[in-house]
């Protein structure tokens, strides 16, 4: 479990999965023998023989007033396309109590965007039905994804997702549908990163003179640093993917902003360098 103070916030890393491996389905290019001239990225980012260590977790900012989830993975129980996602049965809840938050203490929960590993555990399966899981959250959606996501009909597995992870709360009254550059308390706001998908954000942070972004998935893992031409297969549009990833790596390269990766393997955050032609990631 991390944790990071900028300024007045804590942020808290709960993760929900960490593992090695098992990327070639979202980085094909991303082969060990490509990454592995990268040493920067040893023994944190891939193993010793190149594969790429990757995680899915949750990130709780706590402003003293407010706590906020910002993307809350893959979820329990849940009929999944990736087998390894599939009926989890993980321990996700006890290790958000043991971070020091109830899932009643929760008041914001705040969505990227909607894909399986960000929405999962807005909802949990109480007596065969999926009900919220932070039930005194009000839960942030920007409106262009959610519009984008809920006309989608031909995506079977995306679908499903929004079914059961983003319907429920929706319907329940919990959800309030934002722009791209919403500001959700004074010192947190959104900044548009979009590409991966539509209406994809990350969550920027400022307080007492410090800076930090939440990435969400413009970036998936170190190695895209050092190629931002490297797209997820996910990606909705990978010509603005690459164009995003470039235009944020450049601003905050040699800055003192504070790059927390949505699914950066521990230790999670550090600093953009300019390296070369391209960057890398200090921590």
């Given amino acids: 479990m991390n944790k990071w103070q900028v300024?007045?916030?804590?942020?808290?890393r709960v993760i929900e999965i960490e593992v090695a491996g098992g990327t070639k389905f979202l980085l094909p290019q991303a082969t060990p023998e490509a990454v592995r001239d990268f040493k920067w990225m040893a023994p944190h980012f891939m193993t010793p023989d190149g594969h790429l260590i990757m995680s899915v977790h949750?990130?709780?900012?706590?402003?003293?007033?407010?706590?906020?989830?910002?993307?809350?993975?893959?979820?329990?129980?849940k009929e999944r396309e990736i087998p390894t996602w599939s009926h989890l049965d993980l321990p996700f809840l006890d290790d958000l109590q043991e971070a020091g938050y109830a899932r009643e203490d929760i008041d914001t929960?705040?969505?990227?965007?909607?894909?399986?590993?960000?929405?999962?555990?807005?909802?949990m399966l109480i007596d065969g039905k999926w009900v919220p899981t932070f039930p005194n959250a009000r839960y942030l959606m920007a409106e262009k994804e959610f519009t984008?996501?809920?006309?989608?009909?031909?995506?079977?597995?995306?679908?499903?997702?929004?079914?059961?992870?983003?319907?429920?709360?929706?319907?329940?009254?919990?959800?309030?549908?934002?722009?791209?550059?919403?500001?959700?308390?004074?010192?947190i706001w959104l900044e548009p990163?979009?590409?991966?998908?539509?209406?994809?954000v990350s969550v920027r942070l400022s307080s007492k003179g410090e800076d930090a972004i939440i990435t969400g998935d413009f970036v998936h893992h170190p190695c895209q640093l050092a190629r931002p031409d490297w797209c997820a297969v996910v990606d909705y549009d990978p010509?603005?993917?690459?164009a995003t990833r470039r235009d944020v790596f450049s601003r905050y390269a040699d800055t003192p902003m504070l790059v927390i990766g949505t699914h950066f393997a521990t230790p999670t955050a550090g600093h953009i360098k300019k390296d070369g032609d391209a960057y890398r990631l200090d921590v």
């Avoid at 300024?7 to 808290?12: A, I, L, N, R, S």
């Avoid at 709780?60 to 706590?67: A, L, P, S, W």
């Fill in 7 to 12: 300024g007045d916030f804590t942020v808290t």
């Fill in 58 to 77: 949750a990130l709780v900012i706590d402003t003293g007033e407010r706590k906020i989830v910002v993307d809350t993975c893959i979820g329990n129980d």
């Fill in 109 to 123: 929960v705040m969505c990227t965007h909607l894909h399986v590993d960000h929405v999962g555990w807005n909802t």
């Fill in 148 to 187: 984008y996501w809920q006309t989608q009909e031909s995506d079977a597995g995306q679908k499903a997702v929004f079914a059961d992870s983003v319907r429920p709360v929706f319907d329940a009254g919990l959800v309030d549908l934002i722009s791209l550059d919403h500001e959700i308390c004074e010192g």
């Fill in 193 to 200: 990163t979009v590409g991966h998908t539509p209406g994809h």
């Fill in 239 to 242: 010509t603005q993917s690459e």
